[in-house]
């Protein structure tokens, strides 16, 4: 019996649903607590070419929520363990792992390859850059986020507004998983639930799961849903940029302090604290690259630089930086 039969035997699926999976590519952004849940069943549905982008290694305290991984998968990469685990369990699929993070640099390249993105990444830089290389090559990306017990799952772009025309701004601070913690069967609810929809879009179901957005706060057992067909775009948008995009003519400020980012992001950076910007000495007319860890600092520190009259902006959310 195919491995497929349970599936197949949905009219709304059938012999051609099946081999319209088969020859689906499917671009995975994060492969933690939601790219868990993503790749597994994307994988066992039987879409048939996966890329899976993480730079991230399996550490223990991801264990209670990634459950694609296991102890000896300790201090490797995700991305290839990802793959392994998915090779394993359906040998017949092609899956290519990218041990790298993904930035405003390689999303382009990587999207248009694609039929259709999933970003399972939980950042803030990461979804603003695949919305708006989305929005760009016309493919459709489903993304979700999740902390606690709550979170959210929708589908942008493509035939629907971008996930910038839905949340056009980041909030003023926000928690992490490790910070605030988060509960392993909500975020794996709303990873499954991405893999479902990307499911619809490529199966062409009705109706289209690009244009609706899921809500969920699982801690008052809340779920709700709308619809965003009509939601504009915003007229002018923050670019999050790659290190290797900036040139030497740019001004670089880099946000974080000194123990928290010894070495800057790049050379040329200076070091302005968010309290100092309105009173920096900033020259007009070049672009002016705000530097953090996660894009947020940066994001409202440019809300502060275009109060004081600068219009080339644009962010870049550096991560970690070593000492």
């Given amino acids: ?51 899976i982008v ?17 102890m000896q998968d300790i ?70 986020s999740a902390l606690g017990q709550s979170g959210y799952a ?6 629907a507004p971008s996930l910038r025309a839905v949340f056009p701004d980041l909030p003023a601070r926000a928690a992490t998983c490790a910070t605030a913690g988060v509960m392993g069967p909500a975020v794996g609810m709303i990873g499954a639930l ?21 809500s969920f706060r699982l801690e008052d057992l809340h779920v709700s849903s709308f619809r965003f067909d009509d939601a504009e775009e915003p007229e002018a948008a923050l670019p999050f940029v790659a290190a290797s995009q900036i040139t030497p003519q740019d001004v670089v400020v880099e946000l974080r ?18 309290a100092d910007l309105a009173t920096a000495d900033l020259p007009r007319g070049r672009r002016i690259v705000l530097c953090c860890r996660s894009g947020l600092r940066a994001w409202g520190a440019a809300a502060t630089l275009q109060q004081a009259g600068h219009r080339s902006l644009a962010l870049l959310a550096a991560g970690d930086s070593p000492a």
């Fill in 54 to 70: 993480d730079g991230d290694v399996v550490e223990e305290s991801n264990l209670h929520r990634q459950v694609l991984y296991a």
């Fill in 194 to 214: 991405q893999a479902q929809l990307a499911l619809k879009v490529l199966l062409g179901h009705q109706p289209s799961p690009c244009g609706q957005l899921f």
């Fill in 154 to 159: 929708g589908g942008f772009c493509g035939s």
């Fill in 257 to 274: 302090p000194e123990e928290e980012a010894p070495r800057m992001a790049v050379p040329q950076a200076r070091r302005i604290a968010p």
């Fill in 75 to 144: 201090g490797r990469p995700k991305a290839e363990a990802a793959r392994a685990r998915l090779l394993s369990a359906n040998p017949a699929l092609e899956v290519t792992a990218l041990a790298q993070p993904l930035d405003a640099a390689n999303a382009a390249a990587w999207v248009q390859a694609a039929d259709l993105v999933v970003d399972a990444a939980d950042s803030f830089a990461v979804s603003y850059i695949l919305s708006d290389s989305c929005r760009a090559a016309g493919r459709p990306l489903i993304s979700a």
């Fill in 1 to 51: 019996m195919s491995r497929y039969a349970r599936q197949m035997i949905l009219p709304e699926v059938g012999a051609d649903g099946q081999a319209r999976l088969a020859r689906a590519q499917v671009l995975v952004v994060g492969a933690g607590g939601l790219g868990c849940p993503v790749l597994q069943y994307l994988g066992g549905a039987g879409v048939g070419r996966l890329t």
